[in-house]
């Protein structure tokens, strides 16, 4: 991992805890002079715009005092969105009750299967789907999104 991505999340990792609020992901992209910095946050409720805009004004402090980031940057915090892919248990407990696409393996084997989550158990999933009812390891995950009927 970048030593810049690093400090940053070292930074700003007490905000989020104080306000309850889960670091999704960290990107910074760009040259030295014109870097953008997105930082995707989340909660278990979802995420406002008064807590983005709080939030924001935190971190761009917070990366002020600090200078950590060589030359000019542009932040953006942001919801990480509906079609971002579930990494985090509580993305999981997040979802339950909406269908979910996932791909894992299971005997060296991908699969991919499309359901209700019914449940988030500590070390796995339960998929619902027309035909049956699958328990899914979240170690055997690859992918998993929420899966949206348009």
């Known amino acids: 991992m970048n030593s810049e991505i690093s400090q940053i999340k070292e930074i700003v990792a007490p905000l989020f805890k104080e306000n309850h609020i889960f670091l999704v992901d960290l990107e910074l992209r760009g040259n030295r002079g014109s870097r953008v910095l997105n930082i995707y946050a989340d909660t278990f409720q979802g995420i406002t715009l008064d807590e983005i805009t709080k939030l924001t004004r935190e971190i761009n402090d917070l990366l002020d005092i600090h200078d950590v980031i060589d030359g000019a940057y ?54 619902k789907s027309k035909k049956e009812e699958i328990s899914i390891p979240i170690n055997a995950i690859s992918r998993a999104k929420v899966h949206l009927k348009w």
């Not at 971002?84 to 299967?113: A, C, D, M, Y």
């Open 74 to 127: 542009r932040l953006t915090v942001s919801s990480p969105g509906i079609d971002r892919p579930l990494q985090n248990p509580w993305e999981f407990q997040k979802n339950i009750g909406r269908n979910l696409r996932v791909v894992f393996e299971e005997n060296s084997e991908e699969h991919e299967t499309i359901g209700k989550l019914t449940s988030v158990e500590e070390n796995q999933i339960v998929l």
